[in-house]
């Protein structure tokens, strides 16, 4: 096993622990930014909710598949960090393509080639992170990341509806142009957030291992490891996109407000997602390093089954609530918390460090098939049978990995 001294001098606030939180607080303007107005161009482009939720279950799908591949290459070649440069660059240009998009062909690769770099970058960046801190510290340095990351995208938004509200007062012959300055704009954060972790982050020297098959290091994966997999797979397949949150805040809002305030409300409605999301993050952390990671886990799969459940609900009474909406993103906030910050812990925790790449790709390729089934399946039945099936039937997989997590929690 390769050791790195950094886990023994310091604290757990490190170099590398601030450089990647800074990074990923870059890359998530950009990404945010960009996300918070796509919903909304779409609907002025006159593309259906089903197109967006197989935009987003493939692009989710491209990323799961990539994530595995890309931590067991930095398993075998022994150098991560040039791996993770060349995934937030490519995130930075494809949001550049959203820009050139007249309808949903270029959407479609924009999406793919950003959520294939977050693929390449995501197992690899967690990887760096759990090996340098020592083990007790690691909810402590997952939370912060998770917090610095969702400040990001708390910031995000924010300047995509402010840059929207502000082209909006111009005059435009297209109604698309507003948009697509924004998605220009966003190429500003996206490429300071390669340069961030190419000068702040370090990487531990460790020898290549030319030896390690594919197969062969996936199948070495733990046990343990490979039934918890199976619980955050089940939870997963119900764990939809929150673009989708977006454009179903729009159109609950809709009828009351007009299209385009409604959308600026439910970007707003994100934003608060986000707030609470990085107030709960590092608190969580903590929390779960004292009193159990699975535990804190499993709460948080259950709180996202009853927001599922509560969108539902909306839907099916017709409500325009502007209350329930607001309960429906802070329960996304804190479930997503939870989720990003102690399945990466756990994983770090379940793990080996000489296979934690192909671990953490292990994890993504989960989520990732997960989102992929999840949003595809929210965005058909949204537009063949309605919203309040698709998000109902997300809230009933979302319950039942939250029971096989808490079954897990039970017998170790």
């Not at 997602?273 to 779960?288: D, E, H, K, M």
């Amino acid at each position: 096993m390769v050791h790195d001294e950094r886990k023994t001098h310091g604290g757990w606030l490190n170099r590398t622990v601030l450089g990647v939180g800074i990074t990923s607080a870059l890359g998530d303007i950009a990404h945010e930014s960009a996300t918070v107005v796509l919903p909304g161009f779409m609907a002025v482009l006159g593309i259906p909710a089903a197109a967006l939720g197989a935009i987003e279950g493939f692009a989710d799908a491209v990323s799961s598949f990539t994530k595995l591949g890309a931590g067991y290459l930095s398993d075998r070649l022994g150098h991560r960090k040039p791996i993770v440069v060349l995934g937030y660059a490519l995130t930075a240009v494809a949001q550049g393509l959203f820009a050139l998009a007249s309808g949903w062909g270029f959407i479609l690769l924009g999406r793919t080639l950003a959520w294939l770099g977050r693929g390449i970058r995501g197992p690899i960046r967690d990887a760096i992170l759990a090996e340098s801190i020592t083990r007790e510290a690691q909810g402590r340095a997952f939370g912060f990341h998770r917090a610095a990351d969702t400040l990001g995208a708390v910031i995000g938004p924010l300047l995509g509806v402010g840059f929207l509200t502000l082209f909006q007062g111009m005059s435009f012959h297209d109604s698309a142009a507003p948009f697509r300055l924004v998605f220009w704009i966003t190429l500003i954060p996206g490429f300071l957030s390669v340069l961030s972790f190419g000068f702040l982050v370090k990487d531990g020297d460790r020898a290549p291992n030319s030896r390690l098959r594919f197969w062969a290091t996936v199948r070495d994966l733990p046990a343990g490891f490979r039934r918890y997999l199976i619980a955050v797979g089940i939870f997963g397949v119900g764990d939809f996109a929150h673009t989708l949150l977006i454009l179903a805040a729009t159109q609950i809002l809709t009828p009351r407000m007009g299209v385009v305030r409604a959308a600026q409300f439910a970007a707003m409605l994100y934003v608060l997602r986000n707030v609470v999301y990085t107030a709960a993050s590092f608190p969580i952390g903590v929390l779960a390093d004292r009193i159990g990671h699975r535990r804190i886990l499993v709460v948080g799969y259950l709180v996202g089954a009853i927001m599922a459940g509560g969108l539902a609900a909306a839907f099916f009474f017709h409500s325009q609530s502007l209350l329930l909406l607001v309960a429906v993103f802070v329960l996304a906030g804190f479930y997503i918390a939870v989720q990003d910050t102690l399945e990466a812990t756990l994983t770090s925790i379940l793990t080996e460090e000489h296979l934690r790449g192909t671990a953490y790709g292990a994890l993504g390729t989960v989520n990732g098939v997960g989102d992929f089934f999840s949003s595809t399946m929210v965005g058909a039945m949204w537009t063949l049978v309605g919203p309040e099936f698709g998000f109902g039937i997300a809230a009933l997989l979302m319950a039942v990995g939250t029971y096989f997590m808490a079954r897990r929690v039970r017998g170790e």
